[in-house]
């Protein structure tokens, strides 16, 4: 296995905020990086910029919203497939997978599902169905495999900071929660929380009521890691920086770094 460092933003507008991703590229130097929200056409993808600043890349545009991409330092990524299965008719760009650096890399931005209960949530429910019939086969398929994205779901309390005023959003029902952990029980290993099993870790801070100031935040970025990947998996944080910079997402990078060699078990 080649030593790579992989990260997953949600960037949440690349036109405005491409100054801000140049900067974290630049610094933080990921080998791959995954996009989501780039509310971009695809015609509008800043695919001249990022291949100037060394970054071979992969889209899924849509105007005004959703819209996933995937990064690669030093080359360009083979793409797999765009859009999952079971999902052939639908019009919202959220799924990407492609692979570099010899890993499998699916890109993908999971529906936030608000308001709640309604078509929204259905249709979030039914995207999910699909990543976790689609994740079964990617899970099985032998080869060094990653989820990466925004999955839109709060794992359990310990991922925010007060479920209270949560209670009735999508990102924290019951029903969001029962299938991202049937993802973990197709053998999924769950990078920050499996380096971090007993601290709160943050990936997002609404813009609202001064989330990010008070560190109320919420952890819904998610790395997943296959049975060929994840003894390689060495190290894994949050680019919390980048969350305090002028004009910034109101999610911040998550990232893991692999080694070159499988850690004893």
């Known amino acids: 296995m080649k030593a790579l460092k992989i990260a997953t933003f949600n960037i949440n507008g690349i036109r405005s905020r491409l100054p ?21 056409a695809d015609q509008q993808f800043p695919r001249a910029e990022l291949e100037a600043a060394g970054y071979g890349s992969l889209h899924h545009g849509q105007p005004s919203w959703n819209g996933v991409a995937i990064l690669v330092r030093g080359s360009d990524p083979l793409e797999v497939r765009r859009g999952l299965p079971g999902l052939e008719e639908d019009s919202q760009s959220r799924y990407l997978e492609a692979a570099a650096h010899g890993v499998l890399v699916a890109c993908l931005y ?34 060094p495999t990653l989820l990466a994205g925004d999955f839109n779901v709060v794992p359990t309390d310990m991922d925010i900071y007060n479920p209270r005023s949560w209670l009735k959003d999508a990102l924290l029902q019951p029903e969001s929660r029962a299938c991202y952990q049937r993802l973990l029980d197709q053998g999924w290993l769950d990078a920050i929380r499996h380096l971090y099993p007993d601290e709160r870790v943050y990936t997002f801070w609404d813009y609202f009521r001064n989330h990010w100031a008070r560190n109320a935040g919420l952890r819904i970025d998610h790395l997943l890691l296959n049975l060929e990947l994840a003894p390689y998996l060495k190290r894994a944080g949050v680019d919390a920086w980048v969350r305090n910079e002028a004009k910034a997402s109101d999610h911040a990078p998550v990232w893991i770094e692999l080694g070159t060699r499988r850690a004893r078990s």
Do not use: T, V
Request: proline residues 9%; aromatic residues 10%.
């Open 20 to 40: 801000a991703l140049l900067a974290w590229l630049e610094r933080e130097q990921p080998d791959i990086a995954c996009l989501q929200e780039l509310k971009a």
């Open 110 to 143: 999971l529906p936030n599902g608000n308001p709640q209960p309604g078509p929204k949530f259905d249709y979030k429910l039914h995207w999910f169905e699909c990543l976790i019939q689609h994740a079964r086969s990617l899970y099985g398929s032998g080869h």
